[in-house]
């Protein structure tokens, strides 16, 4: 089956239409997209989410990171192996809160939000191994939807910036910050002549920051 998936991609079909000849479900699908891949590539992986679907996502396991008061996890893999490379694209702070599980860290306040990552960075670091890299997605929050951008505040917005100093601090360092453009069907022309009309600046990409544990002992 892989060489079948393989010959597909070679050819130069995507991951989603690949996913679609073969009858898997959509891999863009919330925690889909990874396994689906990984699945193209013949590549082995763990997947966790918060939702369990043993029908339609038998390959994803359920799991719920709740953080304790002290700040600390729990790691879900009982084997003693370590990840090659660790994929991890959190939800969206804020914006998207509402179309979000009510226990995503979404919906948590700036400082909340940013002390979860750090924690759950140094996790990530207590249970990798000197080459292990991590592949960290994530967008510039901003308050930009219906807010012009002259009056964009940096109060209350993540931006890349704060992303890698929390990485630095738990011994993670960027070699690559790639940006990775967005569907243009979330741009029609209805939403577009909106923005213009309010001088709103719109976000087309989201970054994709490559790190590895140089100072890992």
């Not at 997947?47 to 996502?57: G, H, I, N, S, V």
Request: aromatic share 12%; charged share 25%; hydrophobic share 40%.
């Amino acid at each position: 089956m892989a060489n079948s998936l393989n010959a597909d991609l070679s050819r130069g079909f995507t991951v989603a239409q690949v996913a679609e000849k073969h009858g898997w479900p959509d891999p863009m699908a919330g925690g889909g997209v990874t396994p689906d891949t990984c699945l193209a590539m013949g590549r082995r992986c763990w997947a966790f989410d918060m939702k369990d679907r043993p029908d339609t996502r038998p390959e994803i396991e359920p799991f719920t990171w709740g953080i304790s008061s002290d700040q600390q996890f729990s790691w879900p893999v009982s084997a003693k192996e370590k990840p090659d490379l660790i994929i991890f694209d959190p939800p969206y702070f804020d914006k998207k809160a509402a179309d979000y599980d009510k226990k995503s860290i979404s919906g948590l306040p700036k400082k909340e939000y940013l002390a979860f990552l750090k924690a759950f960075f140094v996790l990530l670091k207590q249970n990798a191994k000197k080459t292990t890299r991590m592949a960290f997605i994530n967008a510039d929050w901003r308050n930009f939807q219906n807010t012009p951008a002259a009056e964009e505040r940096y109060k209350g917005g993540i931006l890349i910036d704060d992303y890698l100093d929390i990485l630095k601090k738990t011994g993670w360092y960027h070699t690559h910050i790639i940006q990775a453009p967005m569907s243009t069907q979330r741009f029609n022309a209805g939403v577009v002549s909106a923005m213009q009309k309010k001088n709103i600046l719109g976000v087309i990409s989201r970054y994709v920051i490559v790190l590895d544990l140089v100072g890992l002992s």
